[in-house]
């Protein structure tokens, strides 16, 4: 692959059955095509057992793909399902999920008929969850929170995860209405059963099918902007990352009553996002000078921590500030430049239809830009 051109392949990959196994396992709004990492890993992966970061890792798209080819990576997200996500995803699994998943179901179903359930304090509860369900979860919750094993407890918590939108009175997992959807407390369990099953499946198949031994991954639940170079090892070789854009994707909003049933904070998380559509409102107005700046705290940690001639790949699309079109190409570069990296390669590409509900005012082209980092600050 390293004697093609990057121009020359192909980045679209539409038809090409882009979402699957080991990524399926819990919704993430706006990831990657799996194809795209592995395809800027084959690319530019220079060996010589550097690691590879993702600085906004998401569901942890690129970590899978990094530890499947052997390689060791790193993450960083500021938000904790991101975070529990990626490390599920990356973290061969002992024997005995169903099986303990069973255990649980039983257990809740018991205290649900013998005990009195004393439901968490979560705001507007009520609206999103009907009474039966509230116990029912706060039952399951309780019982996997007292699972010692950490992979099988955070394997737990990603199932259930999983399943809150299904079995709350959210429409979908991107329409915010509530509707009656007549769900039971039978199968709040057969979803959870169902979802730890699964998740076992792809977790051994994952593990299973990697020819040499997987690389390790090791996730960081920080803001960005609060990362130092101290927290991140001085040989990275590669960085594939898609950022948070600009008042496009809310991610705390996707995984709200997720954080709250796993006892997270979402309003904190709110705060500190990237791109959060509240920091571009009018009573607290952020603009893209905002969104520059950070990003250029972000470039001079990249450039303190990778090795001289490395690549930084970021994809990255456009945005809408206060209706005004915003090149995000043109802002990364400048975010990028006094950091010493320059822009060596860009292709543009085209939005498969199924994901344009994570496009922000009919945005269907994304660019992936490939900067080389020339000079250290
Ligand atoms: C486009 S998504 C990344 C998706 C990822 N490529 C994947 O495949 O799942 C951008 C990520 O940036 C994260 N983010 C937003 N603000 C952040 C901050 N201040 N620090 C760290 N991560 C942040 C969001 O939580 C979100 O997961």
Redesign the pocket.
């Given at each position: 692959l390293k004697n093609i051109s990057f121009h020359s392949m192909d980045w679209n990959f539409l038809n090409q059955g882009t979402n699957k196994g080991i990524h399926t396992i819990h919704p993430?709004?706006?990831?990657?095509i799996p194809q795209i990492?592995r395809q800027l890993l084959e690319l530019f992966y220079t060996g010589d057992s550097s690691v590879v970061l993702?600085?906004?890792?998401?569901?942890?798209?690129?970590l899978v793909e990094a530890i499947n080819m052997g390689i060791d990576a790193y993450g960083?997200?500021?938000?904790p399902i991101?975070c529990l996500l990626s490390r599920v995803k990356t973290t061969p699994l002992p024997y005995g999920l169903s099986s303990i998943a069973s255990k649980i179901v039983d257990t809740a179903k018991e205290l649900l008929q013998n005990e009195p359930i004393e439901v968490p304090y979560i705001p507007n509860l009520d609206h999103w969850f009907e009474p039966n369900i509230q116990k029912a979860l706060t039952v399951i919750t309780d019982q996997i929170n007292s699972v010692s094993e950490l992979s099988l407890k955070e394997a737990l918590q990603i199932a259930l995860s999983s399943i809150i939108v299904r079995v709350s009175n959210q429409e979908s997992d991107t329409r915010y209405a509530a509707v009656n959807k007549e769900i039971s407390v039978e199968n709040v369990f057969n979803l959870f059963i169902k979802a730890t099953t699964f998740i076992d499946k792809e977790i051994s198949l994952f593990f299973n099918n990697i020819s040499q031994t997987p690389g390790h991954a090791t996730i960081i639940n920080?803001?960005?902007?609060t990362?130092t170079e101290k927290d991140l090892p001085k040989n990275i070789g590669l960085v594939i990352?898609?950022?948070?854009?600009p008042n496009a994707?809310e991610?705390?909003l996707y995984h709200k009553y997720r954080m709250y049933w796993l006892g997270m904070d979402p309003i904190a998380?709110r705060q500190?996002?990237?791109?959060?559509r509240p920091n571009y409102f009018k009573t607290n107005p952020q603009d893209e000078h905002d969104f520059e700046k950070?990003m250029k705290t972000c470039f001079y940690l990249l450039s303190k921590v990778m090795k001289p001639s490395a690549k930084a790949c970021f994809?990255v699309g456009r945005s809408i500030i206060h209706k005004k079109k915003i090149d995000n190409v043109l802002l990364l570069q400048r975010a990028a430049k006094p950091s010493g990296f320059v822009i060596e390669d860009i292709v543009e590409r085209t939005i498969p239809k199924n994901r344009k509900a994570f496009a922000h005012g009919h945005i269907n082209k994304e660019h992936i830009l490939i900067f080389t980092l020339k000079e250290k600050p």
């Open positions: 993430y709004p706006a990831k990657f990492p993702d600085p906004f890792c998401g569901s942890g798209t690129t960083i997200d500021l938000n991101a920080k803001d960005i902007l990362v990352t898609s950022p948070p854009y994707y991610y705390w998380v500190k996002e990237i791109g959060a950070q994809l």
